[in-house]
């Protein structure tokens, strides 16, 4: 399976960025498709994950209420749309799948995207 993820750039706080993330290659029956993020000294972190075929979304505390996952079926994309950006939304943003259910630990997912950069100013 091979991810292209798009999409990141730089906002200021307040602002929305979509991302997005082509998958390709290998298709799963029972996939999900997540987002993870990690920001500079940090480690990386879930942010949000869906199943491609089951209607099982989670998110993390912090982004809850602001990004939404969602996906097209037609084009194989995942996208995260992400609402109300703080600073504290810098990072990398990894796009991830794996086979099976919806987990929140990157350890999980065996497929990973090259990442795309958001910066969010104050």
């Known amino acids: 399976v091979q991810l292209q993820a798009s999409g990141g750039g730089s906002v200021q706080a307040g602002g929305s960025l979509r991302l997005s993330c082509v998958a390709s290659?290998?298709?799963?029956?029972?996939?999900?498709m997540g987002w993870f993020r990690q920001a500079p000294g940090k480690e990386r972190e879930f942010v949000a994950a869906s199943g491609w075929r089951d209607d099982i979304t989670y998110y993390a505390d912090s982004v809850k209420g602001r990004f939404t996952i969602s996906g097209d079926n037609a084009t194989n994309t995942v996208y995260l749309q992400m609402n109300s950006l703080t600073p504290e939304d810098t990072a990398v943003y990894y796009c991830?799948?794996?086979?099976?259910?919806?987990?929140?630990?990157?350890?999980?997912?065996?497929?990973w995207g090259q990442g795309t950069k958001v910066t969010v100013s104050s």
């Open positions: 290659g290998r298709t799963f029956r029972r996939p999900t």
């Open positions: 991830a799948a794996r086979q099976g259910a919806v987990l929140t630990s990157a350890r999980y997912y065996a497929y």
